[in-house]
């Protein structure tokens, strides 16, 4: 399905015979999305896809533009032109719930070391902050306390008429580049990931005493031994962290102790440094953790070419994927119905099924990745209840149920509306709207009906 349009798809057909990469056949009955939209404007690699309302979104890239689209019909609305290097971070800002205001701002970095802010609604230029000493890449909001975070080679607290709140000083040196991703979690605070360090600060509120905003550095964490790839809420009481050695963490939000911990790609020697080891790994890569989604059951981790869903109860991996793409996937999401979609840099976007299966309990539970027997690195004698209750326990499969083929180069991420499809953005600097379309047709017939009867036309038909 769908394997014609835009250079054919996928690299050469080689790959796949050689790898061991589940495929599907041409007649794919359970993949909804048969139509497609191909969106052109950018000129660049398109990196980010941000959802706006219920109908439009914004992407942005390499070329420096931001466009608005309608997912719906997939019209171009707007394009922004503004920052003269490549968009390194875009985010939206809400309206409070108390405002009368409903006007939601859209906020944009740049390579060229500026932020822009836009009024979502007539996507105006409402300012351009230029005052950055490096690179801003990541932009997070604070909605509850009606601030945003930028960060770079510091973390600055801005409000929403865009006044400098507080910073912190100089973070890093250039080897880790600065802040590369920034989650809030309890007690006005949030956490920063540098390197391979997370650095946990306070916002301090204006009080009685004291009529301006403070951040203050708390903790520092330092168990990763690479650099942090991935960093995402699992909820309100925990956060989990990826590296480009494999190394997955889970934290505790509230008192930020390490919760579970796992480094099972590879089996390091304890008489080896950590830098050896590294350099030991042939392809760390093929290991790196380059993107979380989770649910209030599980997190499902993008390892190197492969899927893996981690059950936050269990504490342990009930299905994976290991070769779930030819190439590095880059950014995982879920749909409803226990369904998950990858892509990929070999320009394939997968939709992935998670199905219950029923483990035998004479069967050995296989030490694969994420094999976590407890929390932290724990010992023999407490790994064995939950060992007995593995062997017990109902294990799943990521069956393919659907291969959407139409970018040609790498696809950076997607977005998904329920009512819209899924829209895909790529280094082929083309955007694609997937539909649904049985859907599709039936809104297509629909139509025509209303279009009949109002032209009178029905009833003569009848």
């Not at 991935?230 to 102790?257: K, P, Q, R, Y």
């Amino acid at each position: 399905m769908l394997r014609w349009l835009i250079g054919g798809g996928r690299e050469p057909q080689g790959l796949a015979e050689k790898s061991p990469l589940q495929t599907i056949g041409e007649e794919q009955t359970q993949n909804p999305y048969t139509e497609l939209l191909v969106l052109k404007a950018h000129h660049d690699i398109v990196r980010f896809l941000v959802q706006l309302d219920d109908y439009r979104f914004a992407s942005a890239g390499d070329d420096g533009i931001v466009v608005v689209w309608n997912a719906q019909t997939g019209e171009k609305l707007l394009e922004l032109n503004g920052h003269t290097q490549k968009i390194t971070a875009i985010i939206t800002f809400p309206s409070l719930e108390s405002c009368e205001e409903k006007n939601q701002l859209i906020l944009t970095a740049s390579a060229d070391r500026t932020v822009i802010v836009w009024d979502g609604d007539t996507t105006r230029q409402v300012q351009r902050i230029s005052c950055f000493q490096s690179t801003v890449k990541c932009l997070t909001v604070l909605q509850r306390l009606d601030v945003w975070l930028s960060g770079g080679n510091d973390l600055c607290v801005w409000n929403r008429k865009l006044d400098l709140l507080c910073k912190t000083s100089h973070l890093s040196d250039t080897v880790f580049g600065g802040i590369s991703a920034l989650v809030e979690i309890p007690k006005n605070c949030v956490v920063a990931a540098v390197g391979k360090e997370l650095i946990i600060f306070r916002l301090v509120a204006p009080t009685e005493g004291s009529l301006e905003w403070d951040i203050l550095e708390v903790k520092r964490l330092l168990d990763h031994q690479d650099n942090i790839l991935s960093l995402i809420n699992v909820n309100d009481l925990s956060f989990v962290t990826g590296s480009h050695i494999g190394e997955l963490i889970i934290w505790d939000a509230l008192d930020w102790t390490m919760q579970a911990y796992e480094r099972n790609f590879w089996d390091p020697s304890p008489q080896l440094d950590t830098q050896q080891e590294i350099k030991l790994c042939q392809k760390s890569n093929d290991i790196s953790i380059h993107h979380f989604t989770c649910d209030e059951e599980n997190v499902f981790a993008a390892v190197g070419r492969g899927l893996y869903v981690y059950s936050l109860q269990m504490k342990r991996v009930i299905a994976c994927q290991k070769t779930a793409h030819d190439s590095n996937v880059l950014h995982i999401a879920r749909l409803p119905n226990r369904q998950l979609i990858s892509c990929s840099e070999d320009g394939s976007v997968r939709i992935w099924e998670l199905r219950e299966k029923q483990q035998l309990a004479a069967e050995p539970v296989p030490t694969g990745f994420f094999n976590m027997w407890g929390f932290g690195r724990v010992n023999k004698q407490a790994s064995q209840p939950v060992k007995k209750q593995q062997e017990n326990a109902t294990s799943c499969s990521l069956e393919l149920i659907g291969d959407l083929i139409g970018h040609s180069s790498s696809v950076e991420m997607f977005l998904y509306f329920e009512d819209h499809g899924l829209v895909t953005c790529s280094a082929d600097h083309l955007i694609i709207l997937w539909k649904n379309g049985e859907r599709e047709s039936g809104l297509r017939s629909l139509r025509l009906f209303q279009k009949l009867e109002e032209n009178g036309d029905l009833y003569l038909a009848v």
